[in-house]
């Protein structure tokens, strides 16, 4: 089932930051725990983040830690994933999943 959308996705240079966005229109994400993944090129999806309900509990890929944080903002019903520090290896499209519902990807493309 697809019914969030995540934004903030672009090209950047190694090094660089982007921040993305997870919403869903129509539904109330404070409910749920939320996950970020990804799916580099030629490669199946795999984990980067998650943050449970109440924002207590975060986890993170060993390849991400110290460089990217998520975080929510119920007030906002929004879901967010900083990204510094860039690499190459971390482009990919970048997908949000949460209570059973994905959107539909945003692109990250890092550039050396």
């Known amino acids: 089932q697809v019914n969030l959308v995540e934004s903030g996705g672009g090209s950047v240079q190694a090094g660089g930051s982007l921040r993305l966005t997870c919403t869903a229109p129509g539904r109330t994400l404070s409910s749920y725990g939320m996950g970020w993944y990804r799916q580099p090129p030629r490669r199946a999806r795999e984990f980067v983040a998650s943050?449970?309900?109440?924002?207590?509990?975060?986890t993170y890929a060993d390849s991400v830690k110290g460089r990217f944080t998520i975080s929510r903002d119920d007030a906002k019903n929004t879901g967010y994933l900083q990204m510094n520090g860039l690499k190459p290896e971390d482009t990919a499209i970048y997908y949000c999943?949460?209570?059973?519902?994905w959107g539909q990807g945003t692109q990250v493309t890092v550039s050396s």
């Open positions: 999943g949460s209570g059973g519902s």
């Open positions: 943050i449970s309900s109440s924002g207590g509990a975060i």
